[in-house]
């Protein structure tokens, strides 16, 4: 009986550890990055979603604030596409493909897209833009990191399409 109970103990224990390593694994992805680690999430703190980096220093940079409305008739409010975008921007920034955000057209709409290159070709969409949105001048105030520079220069001052590189931010 003493050795049945101790059995039962043992297994007990050993089930309780096991379970609790499951937990700690299936945290959401707005869970707080533990220090040292970097990346994309969405933050609701302040009460407006806004798409966050954090830094290897444990630093949190906002990016992007998600205030419009404008697409909640299709499914997408403020939260949605923070939620959408975070997790785009961090699938680019672990796969390498986060270098310079841009502008361009995708499925006949102006986007926010990532460029592996000045000049080079929108590939990956961050988000899409309202039809009567100017997409040059969405592309300059789309980082909340970028506030408060008056001058907002392109990589390339000839391109008549701007290219943020974003490869020292992360």
């Not at 089930?15 to 609790?20: K, P």
């Amino acid at each position: 009986m003493i050795v049945k109970q101790q059995l039962f103990t043992k297994v007990l224990g050993a089930t309780a550890i096991a379970l609790s390593s499951l937990t700690v694994f299936s945290q959401p992805s707005h869970a707080k990055p533990l220090p040292g680690e970097s990346r994309f999430l969405c933050s609701t703190s302040t009460g407006v979603p806004v798409t966050v980096y954090q830094n290897p220093q444990g630093a949190i940079e906002p990016w992007i604030e998600w205030a419009s409305d404008y697409f909640s008739g299709s499914g997408y409010n403020p939260t949605t596409r923070c939620q959408l975008v975070s997790q785009r921007l961090e699938t680019y920034r672990r796969n390498r493909q986060l270098k310079y955000i841009t502008v361009g057209v995708m499925n006949g709409q102006n986007v926010i897209c990532t460029a592996n290159q000045v000049n080079g070709v929108c590939q990956n969409l961050i988000y899409t833009l309202r039809r009567d949105q100017d997409p040059i001048a969405s592309l300059y105030n789309l980082l909340a990191w970028r506030q408060g520079q008056v001058e907002l220069p392109s990589t390339d001052e000839s391109s008549k399409i701007p290219y943020i590189d974003v490869r020292e931010k992360l």
